[in-house]
Nanobody
Framework: VQLQASGGGLVQAGGSLRLSCAAS????????MGWFRQAPGKEREFVAA????????LYADSVKGRFAISQVNAKNTVYLQMNSLKPEDTAVYYC?????????????????WGQGTLVTVSS
């Protein structure tokens, strides 16, 4: 299984970025795809997740109303649209996949992880 995250970069506060996570190596229909982030000196934290089958979503309170997670089944790709970015959103963003009933924000629920993509938001 491979998860390839991309789309990070440098953006000014208030700007937008869209991250992509291309998944391969198995059928993900019963999986939940998640985005996590880790800022320098901080622990990894949950950002958003989507159930591949059905599209139910879950967001961290800190990104609700600003970020949107979506999927394109035909491309086996999950997106994270990030709007109204703040300097505190600066982090390495990781995509992850886990097979679960329901949607969970715990990193331990996710088995597969991508390599991460850096998002830097300048003030």
């Amino acid at each position: 299984v491979q998860l390839q995250a991309s789309g990070g970069g440098l953006v000014q506060a208030g700007g937008s970025l869209r991250l992509s996570c291309a998944a391969s190596g198995r059928t993900f229909s019963s999986y939940v795809m998640g985005w996590f982030r880790q800022a320098p000196g901080k622990e990894r934290e949950f950002v958003a997740a989507i159930a591949w089958n059905g599209g139910s979503t879950l967001y961290a309170d800190s990104v609700k109303g600003r970020f949107a997670i979506s999927q394109v089944n035909a491309k086996n790709t999950v997106y994270l649209q990030m709007n109204s970015l703040k300097p505190e959103d600066t982090a390495v963003y990781y995509c992850a996949a886990g097979r679960m009933t329901g949607i969970f924000s715990s990193a331990g629920s996710y088995v597969y992880w991508g390599q991460g993509t850096l998002v830097t938001v300048s003030s």
